[in-house]
């Protein structure tokens, strides 16, 4: 029996490699795509969303993949140093950052030939983001790569203790940082939760509930592009923020209430940020974040203070190990009436 035999299909074959990071899925797209426009990694982000939005419901909606899948699409980068370019896909749209892939992708250039000079026992892969430029050091040795950490674009505070109107919960207080993408903050216990215990719809909700506000009352800014400015979600934290030798949990709800299995590799580099700017941690303090949903941990430590326009900033390195899970092609067929992806709400 031919196993690998493509299925009788209609269009194009869409090759792919899945990875996960603490237990969130990665889906590297490696064929399918037509070609994506642009002159900046920006612009091709534009592009895709506005020409072929359709192909992410395909490839990220059931029945290939489920409401919290995740992807990655390799695209040119207009910067000479990078190894490669990389657009974010989800639920809803498109990210512009997402740690948890960078340290996938890592894994993934050395494995697949992406990077010709490999060094033991790092070898530096740079990762064109939509956010910018990240360099990840990709643990290498015997032939094998590993554990793999990066280097943030400058991450910063935007604004601490601001006050919102959640529907059903009154005034919450909030912080907001960035970390490629922008985050809101808040301690589960401000609606009687643990992230570590509360059913994961209670922690939906809430989290939800916070986005929204902040999204309706809050208006974000970016010093190097307006595509930058949007709220990608909230983190409800433990509240474990001052500088601790043990783990600090949190959970990150982002796109469409799409829950991230593992400490989110963004928003650990956003809350960093935060706890720095607060001096609750110190540059080149390394404190542990455990996914309040598998237990999964990175690491993350500011390293260098820099600056984002008027924003004091800092840039984060953010460590995690990514695995394979497999590897296929995925195919459509034109009498198919659930093609296109569908999900369930």
């Avoid at 960078?102 to 064109?128: C, W």
């Avoid at 939760?193 to 800014?221: E, F, G, H, P």
């Avoid at 982002?254 to 940020?273: E, H």
């Amino acid at each position: 029996m031919e196993v690998l035999k493509i299925p009788p299909h209609d269009g194009p074959i869409f090759s792919v490699v899945d990875m996960h990071t603490g237990g969130e899925p990665l889906r590297i797209i490696l064929s399918g795509y037509p070609e994506i426009e642009g002159d900046t990694i920006l612009a091709k982000r534009r592009y895709m969303r506005e020409n072929f939005d359709h192909l992410r419901q395909v490839l990220m909606f059931e029945p290939r993949g489920h409401y919290d899948m995740y992807g990655a699409l390799l695209v040119k980068s207009e910067i000479p140093e990078a190894h490669l370019g990389v657009l974010f896909m989800h639920n809803e749209g498109y990210s512009t950052m997402c740690g948890h892939a960078v340290i996938a992708l890592g894994r993934f250039a050395i494995d697949y030939g992406l990077v010709k000079m490999l060094q033991s026992p790092e070898t530096q892969v740079n990762i064109h983001c939509p956010c910018g430029l990240v360099k990840t050091y990709v643990e290498y040795v015997h032939g094998r790569s590993g554990r793999v950490r990066f280097h943030s674009v400058p991450a910063f505070t935007f604004s601490t203790d601001f006050s919102v109107d959640v529907p059903g919960h009154g005034k919450v207080t909030v912080d907001i940082a960035y970390g490629g993408a922008f985050y809101a903050f808040v301690s589960a216990a401000r609606f009687g939760l643990d992230v570590c215990s509360s059913m994961t719809r209670d922690l939906v909700d809430a989290a939800s509930a916070v986005t929204n506000a902040v999204k309706a009352q809050v208006k974000l800014y970016h010093p190097e592009s307006k595509d930058l400015a949007f709220l990608y979600g909230t983190i409800l934290t433990d509240g474990s923020d001052e500088f601790s030798e043990e783990p600090t949990a949190n959970i990150c709800i982002f796109a469409d209430a799409q829950v991230d299995r593992s400490p989110t590799g963004s928003g650990v580099t956003a809350r960093i940020a935060l706890q720095y700017h607060k001096g609750h941690i110190q540059l080149n303090q390394t404190r542990t974040f455990k996914s309040g949903t598998t237990g999964s941990v990175f690491t993350g430590k500011a390293i260098e203070e820099t600056q984002c326009g008027d924003f004091k900033a800092v840039v984060v390195e953010v460590s995690g190990k990514a695995h394979y899970t497999g590897s296929t092609s995925f195919v459509l067929e034109n009498d198919d009436h659930l093609k296109n992806g569908f999900l369930l709400t």
